[in-house]
């Protein structure tokens, strides 16, 4: 069993930065790989990153590359999302994720994830 906590959001105006963090209990967080997906209002829930259990692999979706960075320190049981040059449309809650069984096939799927935090709201005012 793993739980998730997220914190980090807020509101910030466009152009602004935000570092998410999602805490991981439980002694085997190196053995899941995590993921942040996001939902806006009237919106489907949708992948925003991924990285591996090692940290060596991250992937994007195309909208936050370049902006976005995702990091994770093992040693911490904690799971960053760095958001820099923050836009209205970003805004959304977002979730942080993790399975172990996560490939570049299923990892844009939120269904294939067994773990989910409550959520940390971001708003990006114009």
């Known amino acids: 069993q793993v739980q998730l906590v997220e914190s980090g959001g807020g509101l910030v105006q466009a152009g602004g930065s935000l570092r998410l963090s999602c805490a991981a209990s439980?002694?085997?967080?190196?053995?899941?790989?995590m993921a942040w997906f996001r939902q806006a209002p009237g919106k489907e829930r949708e992948f925003v990153s991924r990285?591996?259990?090692?940290?060596?692999?991250?992937y994007y979706t195309d909208s936050v590359k370049g902006r976005f960075t995702i990091s994770r320190d093992n040693a911490k049981n904690t799971v960053y999302l760095q958001m820099n040059n923050l836009q209205p449309e970003d805004t959304a809650v977002y979730y942080c994720?993790?399975?172990?069984?996560?490939?570049?096939?299923?990892?844009?799927?939120?269904?294939?994830?067994?773990?989910w935090g409550q959520g940390t709201q971001v708003t990006v005012s114009s």
């Open positions: 994720a993790a399975d172990p069984r996560i490939t570049i096939a299923t990892m844009y799927r939120g269904d294939r994830y067994d773990y």
């Open positions: 439980g002694r085997t967080f190196s053995s899941y790989d």
């Open positions: 990285i591996t259990r090692s940290g060596i692999s991250k």
